[in-house]
T-cell receptor, first 113, second 115 residues
Framework: NAGVTQTPKFQVLKTGQSMTLQCAQD?????MSWYRQDPGMGLRLIHY???????DQGEVPNGYNVSRSTTEDFPLRLLSAAPSQTSVYFC????????????FGPGTRLTVT | GNSVTQMEGPVTLSEEAFLTINCTYT??????LFWYVQYPGEGLQLLLK?????DKGSNKGFEATYRKETTSFHLEKGSVQVSDSAVYFC??????????????FGKGTKLSVIP
């Protein structure tokens, strides 16, 4: 039981490049979400999904796309990276949309130059 | 909207000192309250939770009591260890519609414990 896994752990992009941050969970959780963590800002919700085929925007969705074709996977796409997207990204999951406990992945540290 | 305010860090303590990290919240309805901990280089882990007023959450020697009258959920530990060095996040969940509960985080407080 691996929990929530994220790849890659580190990534450096040039401005304008695109990439996909991968997230997977093996707990059969319905609810998955992406956060970014910036110094002094805490964690901010980017996008979330309450089940396969359903996604919605969080607090800071601009510049990011998501899809949820399976229960297990919830990739985050940066279509045209900008320096403002330099951050640590965390994927998280919980059993249902009304569950209390949320499980976090180990994070991806992204630098955009 | 919902919000969580926690004390600014960083906090530096000597081993075996008493720890308090203050947290207050604003929320509509009846939120559940949480403390998460993030060790260096890792994701967040749930440390403790309280789901209704006057509940006390506890884990690994840490405690926090849900105080509705003061809208607070302060984290305490009687004797900190070097291994407690981490960033601590106060958080709440509140109903956001369509059967969903959204998690709102404070900005985090970095704790360093020195031997």
């Amino acid at each position: 039981n691996a929990g929530v896994t994220q790849t890659p752990k580190f990534q450096v992009l040039k401005t304008g490049q695109s990439m996909t941050l991968q997230c997977a969970q093996d707990m059969n959780h319905e609810y998955m979400s992406w956060y970014r963590q910036d110094p002094g800002m805490g964690l901010r919700l980017i996008h979330y999904s309450v089940g396969a085929g359903i996604t919605d925007q969080g607090e800071v969705p601009n510049g990011y796309n998501v899809s949820r074709s399976t229960t297990e996977d919830f990739p985050l796409r940066l279509l045209s990276a900008a320096p403002s997207q330099t951050s640590v990204y965390f994927c998280a999951s919980r059993k249902t949309r009304s569950s209390y406990e949320q499980y976090f992945g180990p994070g991806t540290r992204l630098t955009v130059t | 909207g919902n919000s969580v305010t926690q004390m600014e860090g960083p906090v530096t303590l000597s081993e075996e000192a008493f720890l308090t990290i203050n947290c207050t919240y604003t929320a509509t309805g009846y939120p559940s309250l949480f403390w998460y901990v993030q060790y260096p280089g890792e994701g967040l882990q749930l440390l403790l939770k309280a789901t209704k007023a006057d509940d006390k959450g506890s884990n690994k020697g840490f405690e926090a009591t849900y105080r509705k009258e003061t809208t607070s959920f302060h984290l305490e530990k009687g004797s900190v260890q070097v291994s407690d060095s981490a960033v601590y996040f106060c958080a709440l969940t509140a109903y956001s519609g369509a059967g969903s509960y959204q998690l709102t985080f404070g900005k985090g407080t970095k704790l360093s414990v020195i031997p």
